[in-house]
């Protein structure tokens, strides 16, 4: 059984940087999209970046173009998404997910249906 694990949520203050990282246990997350969401509170999930299984294919939300990038190691089984500029409208649960109906360098779209296997979230506050 498939399990995604987000790594790296934290306090930090605006205009600083993160990295978050999202593993997989049971069965590996190389072949497959995958996306990072985020829900702060009191609002909907919303898709914030994905990247295509080969790792060629980005997207991003207009909100986070030109501060956050998403990048994949697949030899760790991992994929980042490094956060800078931080402000404090990004403050959220931050979920990593897989598609598992887009392999090779079929293009990902960050619409939350598209994801079956969801992460427990990590926690990131943006706050001085």
């Known amino acids: 059984q498939l399990q995604l694990v987000e790594s790296g949520g934290a306090l930090v203050q605006p205009g600083g940087s993160l990295r978050l990282s999202c593993a997989s246990s049971?069965?590996?997350?190389?072949?497959?999209?995958i996306g990072w969401f985020r829900q702060a509170p009191g609002k909907e999930r919303e898709g914030v970046s994905c990247i295509s299984s080969s790792g060629g294919r980005l997207n991003y939300a207009d909100s986070v173009k030109g501060r956050f990038t998403i990048s994949r190691d697949n030899a760790k089984k991992l994929v980042y998404l490094q956060m800078n500029s931080l402000k404090p409208e990004d403050t959220a649960v931050y979920y990593c997910a897989l598609d598992p109906k887009r392999v090779g360098p079929t293009p990902c779209e960050i619409r939350t249906y598209d994801y079956e296997y969801w992460g427990q979230g990590t926690q990131v506050t943006v706050s001085s």
């Open positions: 049971g069965s590996t997350l190389n072949y497959y999209a």
